[in-house]
Nanobody, 121 residues
Framework: QVQLVESGGGWVQPGGSLRLSCAAS????????MGWYRQAPGKERDMVAT???????NFADSVKGRLPISRDNAKNTVYLQMNSLKPEDTAVYYC???????????????WGQGTQVSVSS
């Protein structure tokens, strides 16, 4: 069984910063990619940023240059440094990972429980 545990959400004023963390635990043999998605009220869940095991990153246009993503492969952890936050960044942020539980299994997609980020004055 695999779990993704997120932390670091909260409330911040516009222009402020937060750092999200997500750690994968349980039966983790290998992780191909990890990333962050977000869902604002009444909207669909959208990709924010992803990073592969090799370090290749991908960002939504709305966050490029503001929300760098990093990964610690040894700790099976991904981080999202959220800088210069705007009210439109307000959403529930979900961690995502593509994980292989054993050398005999297939790749499966996992989601965290979500963490709320609120940006307002």
């Amino acid at each position: 069984q695999v779990q993704l545990v997120e932390s670091g959400g909260g409330w911040v004023q516009p222009g402020g910063s937060l750092r999200l963390s997500c750690a994968a635990s349980g039966s983790v043999f290998s992780i191909a990619a990890m990333g962050w998605y977000r869902q604002a009220p009444g909207k669909e869940r959208d990709m924010v940023a992803t990073v592969t095991i090799g370090g290749r990153t991908n960002f939504a246009d709305s966050v490029k240059g503001r929300l760098p993503i990093s990964r610690d492969n040894a700790k099976n952890t991904v981080y999202l440094q959220m800088n210069s936050l705007k009210p439109e960044d307000t959403a529930v942020y979900y961690c995502n990972a593509l994980i292989l539980e054993s050398s005999y299994s297939s790749w499966n997609n996992y989601w965290g429980q979500g963490t709320q980020v609120s940006v307002s004055s």
